[in-house]
């Protein structure tokens, strides 16, 4: 309602003519019940000199009489936990009572129920379950849960929703921190990110307790990161956000100097990020550098990336999050909402190969890190020499997704395999034998060119020669003039 005239007004709406207690603003906001229907309402607003009666406006309230229906339902990351979507809000009496909910797997075994939590929006009932088995099956089977209609309509008998339980192991309340001699006293986060050092380099590693740099410690350099001692590098923070409860939430950074924020709002792969702040001042509080607001689900884990880069003075890079609504004061996300979530594996073992001595042989595989650290694993290729793989050895230098070597026939039968770590696991693949045959045909010559003086001559072969000693008298090499 629009209001005209001297200040202060007085103002009282009225329902049927009786006084609403509290009804004082310029606008009255309820949700109405089916027998509010017909009910009409006005105000009256006075100030000093008069007073004046509003228009009455009449309420129609349209019965709500569709039952909710079961949406979907998602696994929690530490497979202790499952959240069930439904279509609109519920009555909170049958949507936290856990003996409305059954979980079976595929072979019809039941995993506990032990709490449920719903959202504040209504719309999302976060079940606590007994372990779950990582990348099994299950199904929710949900009954006797209502909406919160004047007269409740019941979700259909039995309403059904599968979910995948996770296979990524969780370390919770650990983020990955990685700093970089990259990118000089530039503050400008692309300064790190166009180093050839970025981002298979950094210089220093650590879990951390949360998104917070500070948090860093190096026991070689007191103070590199918990004060600002190290200067002219830059550094980021990788892991997930476990929200405790369902809802609309906004991130924030703080961060000196230039930082950038990646999260995957969808889950935990580090594929799905996208950029939601680039921030190139330095030092903005973290109400300065919000995002927009994002839906996030109770227990599930949103990947996310924090980078800084650091030029000269103070440096480092904290983020916090909190609900739509909440105006607690903003601090750095708890160690209790953070975690580190992946799953390391082996794609394509190395294989058997077979060569020709003097030539080169080369062993690769593909390794895999799902969720958080895609690319930070590390390979150290393993040789054994007794032909029975009861030893290996690690192959100096050979600490790539590949390992060539010039194989003579010493190395015939030898074994070769890769240990790739992460930093919640290490895999080691099978083994690849190499066999080496001796060869038995002569070289040929591929190519002849001359210098550009025309004082050499440049002879390619198909393979290496032996040098041996080279005798022109005795025609290892004869030149001719074509005339």
Known sequence: MGVDGIPPYFIQWYSNNVAIPGATNQSYRFQPLRYADGTQYKAIVQNDFSSFISSTGTLTVIV????????????GVNRANASVIFSEAMAVTGATNPANYTITNAAGATLAVSSVILSPNGKVATLTTAPQTANAQYWVVVNNVTDRAGIPNPIAANSVASFVATELDLLAGKVLFRAYNAGG???????????????????FTQLINGFNSRLASDPANAGFYSGDTRENYGATMVGHFIPP??????????????????????????????????????????AANPTVPVSLIAGQAYYIEGLYKEGGGGDFMQIAARMVG??????????????????????????????????????????????????????????????????????P??????????????????????????????????????????DTDGPVLVSVSSAV????????????????????????YVLKDPA
């Open 245 to 286: 409860i369902s809802g609309d939430w906004i991130l924030y950074t703080s961060a000196d100097d230039g930082s950038r924020l990646f999260m995957n709002t969808n889950g935990p792969s580090s594929a799905g990020k996208v950029q939601l702040l680039n921030i190139i001042p330095c030092c903005g509080a973290f």
């Open 453 to 476: 003086f025309l004082d050499a001559i440049t002879l390619v072969w198909n393979e290496v020669i032996d040098a041996g000693p080279v005798d022109p008298a005795n025609g290892n």
């Open 64 to 75: 709500d009489s569709t039952s909710p229906t079961l949406v979907s339902a998602v696994g």
């Open 397 to 438: 230098a050979a600490t790539a997704s590949s390992y060539t070597l010039f194989a003579g026939l010493a190395d015939d039968q030898f074994q070769f395999r890769a240990v790739v770590s992460s930093v919640l696991a290490t895999n080691t693949s099978t083994a690849a034998i190499l066999t080496v045959l001796a």
């Open 185 to 203: 006293n530039s503050t400008a986060v692309d300064a790190m990110v166009n180093d050839p050092l970025y981002p298979n380099f950094p210089d």
């Open 326 to 395: 909440d105006g607690s004061t903003l601090v750095p996300i708890p160690q209790s909402q953070v975690g580190f979530a992946s799953k390391l594996s082996i794609a394509q073992q190395p294989t058997n190969i077979t060569v020709i001595q003097n030539h080169n042989a080369t062993f690769s595989l593909v390794a895999n890190l799902a969720g958080a650290g895609a690319g930070s694993q590390t390979y150290q290729w393993q040789r054994s020499t007794d032909t029975t793989g009861s030893v290996f050895t690690n192959i």
